[in-house]
C-alpha cells in the first residue's frame, strides 16, 4: 500500500515513469482485492499510454469500483475520478461517464456526492 500510495504521488506530475511499467499495473489491477490498493490504482491507471483494449479494460473495471455498493467510499470516490480522467481524452465517453454520476449521485453519500458535483462542474 504504501509503494502504491509513493508511485501515485510521484506519477501525478511525471506520468512517464508508469511507462516501463504498464504490463505489470494492468495485471495488479486484475487481481486487486485490497482497497488500499484498489484507491491508488484506480487513480494510477488512466496516467498510461492506453491501446484500445487496455483502455478498455480500464474503463470496465473503473465503472465497475465506480458503481459496486460495496467497494469501500474511497474507492469509489477514486475509480469516478479515474473515469474523469479517462474522459478528458475520450471525448465521446461523457454520456456514460454522465450515466455513472447519476446513479452514483442517487445514493446520498456525501463524499460520493461532492466527487460527482465537482466533476460535473470540470466537464460539463
Known amino acids: 500500500m504504501r509503494c502504491a500510495d509513493a508511485i501515485e504521488k510521484i506519477t501525478s506530475k511525471t506520468p512517464g515513469y508508469l511507462a516501463k511499467h504498464k504490463t505489470e499495473i494492468l495485471e495488479l489491477c486484475k487481481n486487486a482485492r485490497h482497497k488500499e490498493l484498489q484507491w491508488h490504482l484506480a487513480l494510477v491507471l488512466p496516467r498510461l499510454a492506453l491501446s484500445g483494449n487496455e483502455f478498455k479494460f480500464a474503463w470496465r473495471l473503473l465503472s465497475t469500483w465506480a ?39 442517487t445514493e446520498n453519500i456525501p463524499s460520493l456526492n461532492a466527487r460527482v458535483r465537482k466533476i460535473k462542474n470540470e466537464i460539463y
Open 67 to 105: 458503481t459496486d455498493t460495496h467497494e469501500s467510499k474511497i474507492v469509489r470516490v477514486n475509480a469516478i475520478t479515474g473515469l474523469a480522467a479517462l474522459t478528458h481524452d475520450e471525448s465521446f465517453l461523457k454520456a456514460q461517464l454522465y450515466n455513472i454520476l447519476e446513479k452514483v449521485g
